[in-house]
């Protein structure tokens, strides 16, 4: 009953930014921790970075801390990710994820909820 919709993608040139939007519909309250994932092709989902929704406690992987940042919109219901400094390595499909299980957050299979994901190119 959750439904995530992610928007924001587009083509970028390296140590450009762009900012991706996940709008959330449905019971959320499962939701306490969200995350952006990302995959490139013959790649492994991975994750990106995560928010705990309750209070706004973030978490990051070592290859964007300091470039990207995780923020919620609690009105909304909308999670963002700002992408700064972008790198060609950071070209991927962007995906929203939620209902977290409790695991480790940068584990793809540790969450019941995706959207359609958004595409993002940074070329050089």
């Known amino acids: 009953q959750v439904q995530l919709v992610e928007s924001g993608g587009g083509s970028v040139q390296a140590g450009g930014s762009l900012r991706l939007s996940c709008a959330a519909s449905g019971y959320t309250y499962s939701s306490y921790l969200m995350a952006w994932f990302r995959q490139a092709p013959g790649k492994e989902r991975e994750g990106v970075a995560a928010i705990y929704t309750g209070g706004g406690r973030t978490l990051y992987a070592d290859s964007v801390k300091g470039r990207f940042t995780i923020s919620q919109d609690n009105a909304k219901n909308t999670l963002y990710l700002q992408m700064n400094s972008l790198k060609p390595e950071d070209s991927a499909m962007y995906y929203c994820?939620?209902?977290?299980?409790?695991?480790?957050?940068?584990?793809?299979?540790?969450?019941?909820?995706w959207g359609q994901g958004t595409q993002v190119t940074v070329t050089s």
């Open positions: 994820a939620a209902d977290f299980n409790g695991g480790n957050w940068y584990d793809a299979g540790e969450f019941n909820y």
